[in-house]
């Protein structure tokens, strides 16, 4: 009894030239003769076919070693068992511990994760692989909204929420508040802002939340609900922040959400105690920000690097670079937003604001956004987006594949900066240098503010501090009056 990769979805998803490499060979197979003779092989074929749909070809590959270490340790313990959850996870996996060792196989293995340069302890692959059965056998929940779950799954939701599409945020936890009252009154206040607002902001929100409900478990276990909050307790809850709580360096945006927060829940339950409880002072002095970018130099070393990335993720670096947008702008450009006419431009869809413009292309990016849409129609077929997930083609490429694949290339090549540490994930810096470089071009602040997408033009004196050209420019007249001076005072005696 064998499930060929051939009857497989990953397998058929795979293009003509994939399928010659001799590692997409179809005549792999999972050999579910080797558990059990009872249901349980039934159960594992719905689970392989299922991770098929969802894992791709090479995944699926490593997993097969994996099921029939699986499948023998199953077969030596468990001859009679029907199903994997007729028993307790803790009881398998335990057993699991001693088949290992008296196999003298390893419990744990070191890794190396060489996107971050570092290695960290894991467990056998077989214990991975047990708890994603498990789960999958696990009698499903019931996958509706109720305001009582302290999880919320976002696609549960009855309305539809604002969220990057290159973030895979599929829920909202509200688990760590550990006040049962703090918890609903929280939760309400969540529920109406998801309605406004994003679900990044939401997530700060909670996160502000889940902070201070530690604070209070440990040294106010009395305070139940924030209708008994008070202005005492909140400059109690700040002395430790400031004083004794080593977590962050600035607590600035995290008290803004908690503030924000307080706010919605006292409208919602009309506590008075929560009006106005924050004071300005409240706040660490925000600091000038001073925006950094990249030199000519380190563009170079990047672009050299570009050569080990493969081609599409290579484009989009180069694309987000030229177009000076925000990273989840250039990576849900979809292909009905380009137009190759006799004026090519984009339409910028923005996910941070939502907000949209169009901004001009020329003869580079047209060739480099052709290739793109090329490539992936040629690999996937017609999709939106110009740059999608190898796991699922009608959303785009998320944020944190293009983070591995970025910080793999820098550990790989040891690229470092103009101060001799190594890259990071700088795909904002590629904005601000653009912004920088329309500085040095003397664009004027409209200008400027148009091409970068921002509705008015206070950002741009933060871009202006970077160029040197702009700073000799606007310092030239002070630096001038100073050169007369000098040059009065030294007559006679310089002579």
Not at 380 to 394: H, L, M
Request: net charge positive; with cysteine; charged share 30%.
């Amino acid at each position: 009894m064998k499930l060929y990769f051939k009857d497989l979805p990953c397998y058929m998803n795979l293009t003509p030239d994939q399928r010659k490499h001799s590692l997409y060979a179809p005549k792999h197979a999972f050999d579910l003769s080797r558990l059990p003779p009872t249901d349980i092989r039934n159960d594992f074929a719905a689970f392989i076919y299922d991770r098929a749909e969802k894992i791709s070809f090479s995944s699926l590959r490593s997993e097969q070693t994996n099921f029939h270490n699986f499948a023998d340790f199953i077969t030596d313990t468990f001859p009679e068992i029907e199903h994997l959850t007729d028993l307790p996870l803790k009881d398998i996996e335990r057993r699991l511990r001693v088949y290992l060792l008296m196999n003298e196989e390893r419990l744990s293995y070191e890794k190396y994760r060489s996107e971050l340069g570092k290695t960290y302890r894991a467990d056998n692959p077989m214990f991975y692989y047990l708890r994603a059965a498990y789960n999958y056998f696990l009698p499903k929940e019931d996958e509706g909204f109720s305001l009582e779950n302290d999880i919320w799954k976002l696609e549960s939701l009855p309305f539809p929420v604002r969220d990057s599409p290159i973030k895979e945020r599929k829920q909202i936890n509200f688990s760590k508040i550990r006040q049962e009252d703090i918890k609903k009154e929280i939760k309400d206040a969540a529920l109406y802002h998801l309605k406004r607002r994003s679900v990044s902001y939401v997530s700060v929100e909670i996160m502000a939340v889940n902070f201070l409900s530690e604070f209070l478990q440990k040294s106010f276990p009395e305070i139940i609900s924030l209708k008994d909050f008070s202005r005492e307790l909140l400059e109690e809850y700040l002395s430790y922040l400031y004083l004794e709580s080593k977590r962050k360096k600035d607590y600035r945006t995290e008290l803004s959400a908690l503030k924000s927060i307080f706010i919605v829940v006292g409208k919602l339950y009309s506590y008075d105690n929560l009006k106005g409880i924050f004071l300005k002072s409240d706040f660490s002095k925000h600091k000038r920000t001073i925006y950094k970018s990249y030199s000519d130099a380190e563009l170079q070393r990047l672009h050299a690097g570009y050569k080990l990335l493969d081609k599409q993720t290579a484009r989009l670096l180069l694309i987000h670079e030229l177009l000076g947008l925000r990273i989840s702008d250039t990576m849900t450009l979809k292909k009905e937003n380009v137009f190759f006419g006799e004026k090519p431009h984009v339409k910028i869809c923005q996910p941070k604001t939502g907000n949209t413009y169009e901004k001009t292309i020329n003869e580079e990016l047209c060739s480099l956004l052709k290739a793109s849409i090329e490539e992936t129609t040629s690999i996937y077929g017609d999709c939106d987006y110009i740059f999608v997930s190898d796991k699922d083609p009608t959303k785009p490429l998320t944020y944190a594949s293009l983070s591995y694949r970025f910080r793999t290339m820098v550990q790989t090549l040891d690229l470092l900066d103009d101060n001799g540490k190594p890259f990071t994930v700088g795909t904002h810096l590629l904005r601000h240098t653009y912004g920088k470089h329309l500085c040095d071009l003397f664009a004027d602040d409209a200008t400027i503010a148009a091409l970068l997408g921002h509705k008015s033009i206070s950002s741009v004196a933060y871009y202006r501090q970077m160029s040197p050209k702009t700073l000799a420019e606007s310092t030239k007249p002070v630096i001038d009056a100073r050169n007369e001076k000098i040059k009065k005072f030294k007559k006679g005696w310089m002579e």
